[in-house]
């Protein structure tokens, strides 16, 4: 029986082993990071801690090797490990969003509003002219919209990084021309940039930007060079109205409680799916909400954009770039609204349901 036994608890002892040191790898990288990101103090402070992070996660992980040797030994390795991982993790569960940072100057206002009926008076609604990708000429303004004019929404995705990844946008039309677009945007402050990693490791705040079209588009679309894709959506009336409030409610709640922008969690897909599943419950979660690229054919397959034309057809007519590159600045808004649009499809307004066809 003894012989039987050992050569099967040899290879289990060898995947215990391996999962055990897979898993400690990996928190000492997500410890490391998390220091790396998140740890105040000067370039020296934050290696030091570094490298007393790594050593102590180190020594834990060979601890095996000496633990029938020095079996002493190979546990206050382990203890010390241990009583590492719970300080990190009480600093970081510690770390809190603040609304008060020196923020760069695209991201330092917060909308905020006031409501009487179909009446909304925003505030802050940026309206930069943009000369680089880093530099601008400011503008925040208020402006008032009725909602009984809202007549169309539209999405918008922005490639920046392949296929997969975009930065989405929601933008709302009226009857008498204007426009006005809502982004979930990292708020960083004035000396950071943005990073992928960062965004998992509460490197930045979110905010939510309301902006004229003239401004954050064609920031994308003409400054930076991103590949900008516009799509109709169809949603009712009473449905484009609870979306508008519904951006207007989570602006009041970053307001009070500011939150942490998340890559993966809280980004700037995730939120607007969060607040259109209010709206149309029961929408299938897919990997596409995450992998923001391919949000187009997500919408696609629910029924939201236009279906007498295929996705690639609306792909190519929503292609805004060679149009906005042909008007101005100082053309006005309402006439790069106007030319982005030239050529894009109108999905019917009653097509969003919570399966797909």
Same mark, same amino acid.
């Given at each position: 029986?003894?012989?039987?036994?050992?050569?099967?608890?040899?290879?289990?002892?060898?995947?215990?082993?391996?999962?055990?040191?897979?898993?400690?790898?990996?928190?000492?990288?997500?410890?490391?990071?998390?220091?790396?990101?998140?740890?105040?103090?000067?370039?020296?402070?934050?290696?030091?801690?570094?490298?007393?992070?790594?050593?102590?996660?180190?020594?834990?992980?060979?601890?095996?090797?000496?633990?029938?040797?020095?079996?002493?030994?190979?546990?206050?390795?382990?203890?010390?490990?241990?009583?590492?991982?719970?300080?990190?993790?009480?600093?970081?569960?510690?770390?809190?969003?603040?609304?008060?940072?020196?923020? +760069?100057?695209?991201?330092?206002?917060?909308?905020?509003?006031? %409501?009487?009926?179909?009446?909304?008076?925003?505030?802050?609604?940026?309206?930069?002219?943009?000369?680089?990708?880093?530099?601008?000429?400011?503008?925040?303004?208020?402006?008032?919209?009725?909602?009984?004019?809202?007549?169309?929404?539209?999405?918008?995705?922005?490639?920046?990084?392949?296929?997969?990844?975009?930065?989405?946008?929601?933008? *709302?039309? *009226?009857?008498?021309?204007?426009?006005?677009?809502?982004?979930?945007?990292?708020?960083?402050?004035?000396?950071?940039?943005?990073? !992928?990693?960062?965004?998992? *490791?509460?490197?930045?705040?979110?905010?939510?930007?309301?902006?004229?079209?003239?401004?954050?588009?064609?920031?994308?679309?003409?400054?930076?060079?991103?590949?900008?894709?516009?799509?109709?959506?169809?949603?009712?009336?009473?449905?484009?109205?609870?979306?508008?409030?519904?951006?207007?409610?989570?602006?009041?709640?970053?307001?009070?409680?500011?939150?942490?922008?998340?890559?993966?969690?809280?980004?700037?897909?995730? !939120?607007?799916?969060?607040?259109?599943?209010?709206?149309?419950?029961?929408?299938? %979660?897919?990997?596409?909400?995450?992998?923001?690229?391919?949000?187009? +054919?997500?919408?696609?397959?629910?029924?939201?954009?236009?279906?007498?034309?295929?996705?690639? *057809?609306?792909?190519?007519?929503?292609?805004?770039?060679?149009?906005?590159?042909?008007?101005?600045?100082? +053309?006005?808004?309402?006439?790069?609204?106007?030319?982005?649009?030239?050529?894009?499809?109108?999905?019917?307004?009653?097509?969003?349901?919570?399966?797909?066809?």
């Amino acid at each position: 029986m003894a012989l039987s036994v050992r050569p099967t608890r040899r290879p289990l002892r060898i995947l215990g082993h391996s999962v055990r040191a897979i898993a400690l790898i990996a928190t000492i990288g997500w410890g490391a990071l998390a220091i790396h990101f998140e740890l105040p103090g000067s370039p020296g402070v934050v290696i030091s801690t570094l490298a007393v992070w790594c050593l102590v996660g180190g020594v834990a992980l060979l601890a095996p090797l000496w633990q029938r040797a020095r079996p002493h030994l190979a546990l206050a390795a382990r203890c010390s490990f241990v009583i590492a991982l719970i300080t990190l993790v009480a600093w970081w569960q510690g770390l809190t969003p603040r609304s008060d940072r020196d923020w +760069a100057p695209d991201v330092a206002r917060q909308l905020s509003y006031e %409501r009487e009926g179909d009446r909304v008076t925003l505030h802050d609604v940026r309206d930069f002219e943009w000369h680089t990708p880093e530099t601008a000429t400011p503008h925040w303004e208020t402006r008032e919209y009725d909602l009984s004019q809202l007549d169309r929404v539209d999405m918008i995705v922005s490639y920046w990084m392949g296929p997969a990844i975009a930065h989405t946008l929601v933008s *709302f039309g *009226f009857d008498d021309g204007r426009h006005l677009t809502f982004s979930v945007e990292i708020r960083r402050e004035r000396d950071e940039a943005f990073s !992928i990693s960062g965004g998992f *490791f509460k490197q930045f705040e979110v905010n939510l930007i309301a902006a004229d079209e003239n401004d954050i588009l064609r920031l994308r679309s003409n400054v930076r060079g991103e590949d900008v894709y516009l799509y109709n959506v169809g949603l009712s009336p009473a449905a484009r109205r609870e979306l508008f409030l519904a951006y207007l409610d989570e602006a009041d709640r970053l307001r009070a409680d500011p939150a942490f922008y998340n890559t993966l969690t809280s980004n700037c897909t995730t !939120i607007v799916f969060d607040m259109v599943d209010k709206i149309v419950p029961g929408l299938p %979660r897919d990997i596409r909400l995450i992998l923001s690229g391919y949000l187009p +054919a997500y919408v696609y397959d629910i029924g939201g954009l236009d279906s007498s034309h295929s996705l690639e *057809f609306l792909r190519q007519r929503g292609h805004i770039n060679p149009r906005a590159r042909q008007i101005p600045y100082n +053309a006005g808004s309402e006439a790069f609204s106007r030319a982005i649009r030239d050529g894009v499809p109108v999905a019917d307004g009653e097509t969003v349901h919570a399966s797909p066809p």
